[in-house]
C-alpha cells in the first residue's frame, strides 16, 4: 500500500514538474515568435518608409538585378483595384496561383501572416493613394504589397520548439529517477535509524 502511494506521488510530483517546464517553454516560444514578427514587421515598415519618401524607382532597379542576388527575403507585388498583378519584383518569385493566394482582401493598411503552399510569408498591404504617396503618381493606384519571406524565422522558431521538446522529455524522465531514488534513500535511511535505535536500547536498557 505504501508503494502504490509513493509511486502515485512521484508520478504526481513529475507531471507537476514537467507542466511547469512545458509552461516555461511555451512561454519563450511565443515570446520568440513575437520579437521574431515585431522585427520583421519593422523591416517592412522601414521598406515602405525608404519607397514613400521618393525611392519607388528602387523597385525596377531591384528588378533589373534580382536574378543574381544569392538570398531574396523580401517581394513587391503590384495590384490594381480590380484585384490583378500590375507588377512583382523580383518577377520569379510567385507563380500565378500562388499570387491569388497573395491577393488582398482588404483595402486599408494591414499586416498578415500568409502561407503560399508549405512557406509561410509576412505580408504587409498598403493601399496606393496619390495624395498621401506622391511616388505612385506613374502607376495606377490600387495595393503595394510587401511580401517577406519567413523562413529563417520559422526555422528558428522549429530549432527552438524541437529544443523545448528534448528537454521537457529529458527533464521528465530526471524528475522519475529523483522521485524514486528519493523515496529509496529515505527508506534506506529509516531503517538505518531504526536499527540504530534497537542498538541503543539493547546497549542501555
Known sequence: MFKK???RLVLLNSIVFVFLLNGLGATLYFYMQYKLYKQVDSSLYEEFVHLRNGHFADLFHRRMRGAHEPERHMTFVLWNNDGQVIQQIPEDTFDSNDLMDLRPSLTKESVQTITVGNQSYRVYNVPLVQEQMPFASHVPLG??????????????????????EIGGIIS??????????????????????????????RCFP
Request: charge should be negative; proline fraction near 2%; glycine fraction near 8%.
Open 5 to 7: 502511494t509513493r509511486i
Open 143 to 164: 495595393i503595394l504589397q510587401l511580401v517577406y519571406n519567413l523562413e529563417p524565422e520559422q526555422n528558428m522558431l522549429h530549432n527552438l520548439l524541437f529544443v523545448i
Open 172 to 201: 521528465g524522465i530526471i524528475a522519475v529517477l529523483a522521485g524514486f531514488s528519493s523515496g529509496t534513500g529515505s527508506r534506506s535511511h529509516s531503517t538505518v535509524m531504526e536499527q540504530t535505535t534497537a542498538v541503543c536500547c
